[in-house]
């Protein structure tokens, strides 16, 4: 998985994270899946974000948040534990949910993660992710001024493929609005290639390109950022 260093950590905080409330629809996402007598793992947990919402949603539901970068972890100010999808540093059939937002397209080895999500999961646990697919973009505003970093994305069908080949099934795909920003001139403001995955991924050309088209975006259209993000559920099936 992705590693982000001190300089790096601090800019996700400005660039990535937004409010709690903003969030309020993955909040009604995800109750079915967070119960008191559930064990939820949040899986490359970064600063924190849905560590600190799942404890103002779900006060009686433990949650276990697991991150490989030491910088995120210091940055998150919150107890978390250092493993990444492929190493995860819990015994086997712990925990009931794996929560993993926006980190799919981190994990290098998906078939080795997969297997390695299976080990800690309890029979009939869930994967549920909050994530981006490359068929499955348009919701999703960065990619009208940035379109170049679709290729970062990693294509559903590779994923339901590798899913349902360690024993998962897939049992809930949907796309979930959020208020991403207030508006396209605080987005434009805070946007930073350090703290972004995906726009790492792109030559500093293609950044700047994409940066100098949502400033003269931003110059002319005003309300909120909506950006529609997948739920994906995955559920164990057997034993493989």
């Not at 999500?117 to 973009?137: A, I, K, Q, Y």
Request: glycine residues 8%; proline residues 7%; negative net charge.
């Amino acid at each position: 998985m992705t590693r982000y260093d001190a300089v790096e950590a601090a800019s996700y905080r400005v660039a990535r994270e937004i409010p709690v409330e903003a969030l309020a629809p993955w909040r009604d996402a995800v109750e079915p899946y967070l119960r008191p007598d559930r064990v939820v793992l949040d899986l490359g947990a970064g600063t924190g974000l849905f560590v600190r919402a799942f404890a103002a949603w779900f006060p009686e539901v433990p949650v276990v948040a697991v991150e490989p970068s030491a910088d995120m972890r210091a940055a998150s100010g919150l107890p978390m534990l250092a493993g990444d999808a492929c190493a995860v540093p819990l015994p086997d059939s712990s925990v009931d949910v794996v929560w993993m937002s926006t980190v799919i397209h981190h994990v290098r080895d998906l078939p080795a993660a997969g297997r390695e999500l299976r080990r800690v999961l309890r029979p009939g646990g869930v994967v549920v992710l909050r994530s981006l697919f490359r068929e499955r973009h348009g919701g999703i505003g960065l990619f009208r001024f940035f379109p170049e970093a679709v290729r970062g994305l990693p294509g559903f069908p590779t994923v339901r493929e590798v899913a349902q080949g360690l024993g998962f099934a897939v049992e809930r795909l949907e796309a979930v609005p959020q208020v991403t920003a207030s508006s396209l001139a605080d987005k434009a403001s805070t946007v930073r290639q350090e703290a972004d995955t995906l726009l790492r991924s792109l030559t500093v050309e293609e950044f700047e390109a994409g940066r100098e088209r949502l400033r003269a975006a931003a110059a002319v259209e005003s309300g909120p950022v909506v950006d529609h993000l997948d739920l994906l559920v995955l559920r164990t099936v057997g034993a493989v």
